[in-house]
């Protein structure tokens, strides 16, 4: 067997070593790179800064243990963001993981933030938790909000949390901003919230979903786009705040690199072996 | 006291070592975790469940609105499944929530995807961007009329048609590997963190002795017809 053929055929699990090592590397030698901000993140990113400052917002959480360390560090930056423009957020999540994952990503906002910034609970963010019905409880939801929950997170009565005082629909709110992990989920809000109560919002989604969002920007239905780890990251960068995000972005680049150089050789070597008339 | 979210991890990394080694063939310490996973899984997601049924349905019962007594009814009866005589008894609730979804989604459907997705494609011919998406929605759309011959004029829209949704393709499979890639770097960052980096390369250790133990001893069953 040639040599060309040797490598063509080469075993699946070495090439999974190869990566594991590319993306090993820069986690244990980080290599920061200057980053590229997208034209999506910017647009996100300004529709955050131009949302008043003590407005009602309302937050999915979609980010489960999967997608946690991919999108999780864009909503830390994102509640961070909203919460030093002294906005009020009402957070819920429509998978039961993701649940869990949102309060984390809660808690890890809150550990950031400078002192002098109001972050309490009840008063300045509210966690209604897991919401179920999936997009008919998205309705239920944007419709009567103490229709489809009457306990927090934590298991507080609505009744009792002071910043649920005013607000109980779609229409109290000035914006959303819906973190859907890879729940595919976008569409839920765009259906129930910026189509019924014209209400602006913006997203994020794992990098494999942005293809299937980016027609939803164009037409100006999502204001904003982050997609995966480097949407997290540019998220990081622009607010000034880096963070986790910023070092796992460089390992994805090693990693496409790494995939592109496959791609590559692989076509490169199965030309030479058609050249020479080899089977 | 021990830290949980130090411990979280450290469970974390060997279950994560054990997922991994699916890619070396099955065997005894992917079932494990992969069973470990389902099973945990399910436990959170039927406790996630409870709670919120406890809280909004059974709770407001409780609280006097005894309107929510027919949801409760009506989940009960999703469990008549159960017993293949019974099943038609579940097919009101499922109608009626397939019903109810489908109502909801197409009433906003038509809006959102149809009508916003239109309006989104009217554009002033006045930049490349612009341009670009233009031509692209029309002659992707026009790709899928299968009611018109392939040839004339129409060839040429059909293959730039077909151009438009080889590139979309390639931008979907691009991201779909990156995507991977960022699943498997968020494991290792928690993986090799500094204080639990030590116990991801011990574990790295035990599993490759357990599976090397195994299949040249066979004393592990699983490895008996391999």
Redesign the interface.
Known sequence: MSVIKKILNMDQ?II?LG??IA??FP??SPVIVPVVIQDYSTQAFNFAKAIPDGSYVLIEGGNAA?????CGPGLTANIYHLLTKNCKLVFFSIT??P??WTQVEIDDAIAKLPASVAKEKGVNWVNL????G???GV?ALAADIRS????DHF?TPIGDLPMMKDINSAKDFAAVFWWGG?EGSI?YG???L???YNLPMSGSC??????NYS??V????LKGLF???RGSAEYELLLGVPG?AL??AM??NI??LY?LGLVLLGNILYLVQRMRGEK | MMDMVWLGLVVGSFVSIGAYTV??GDNPVSKVTEHLYTGI?AG??LA??W???M??AV??VQ?GQFDFILPIILSLMLFARLKPEWIWISRYPVAL?VG??MG??M???V???FV??I???LLPINSINNIV?IVGTITATAYFLFTRENKGPYKYVNQTGLLFLLV?FG??YG?????R??????????M?RPDVALYTYGFLALVAIILIYGYTTKKIPWYKSR
């Open positions: 699990r999974y990566l594991f993306l090993a986690i244990l999967a997608t946690h360390p991919q039961a993981e649940a869990y938790g897991y919401l179920s999936g997009e008919s309705a489809v929950v009457s306990k298991g890879s569409p765009i259906r129930q910026v189509g019924p794992t990098t494999n979903e942005v293809p027609p939803y164009s037409s100006g239905q997609g995966g780890i986790p070092a796992q390992a994805t990693g496409g995939f | 890619l070396i899984l959170y997601t996630i469940n709670d919120f049924i809280k909004n709770g407001k609280g929530t109810v979804g909801l989604a009433r906003a459907s809006l959102s995807d916003g997705q309006q989104g494609t998406m979309a931008v979907t991201s779909t590997a990156s995507f890639f960022e699943l498997v770097i968020g494991r290792l960052v928690d090799l």
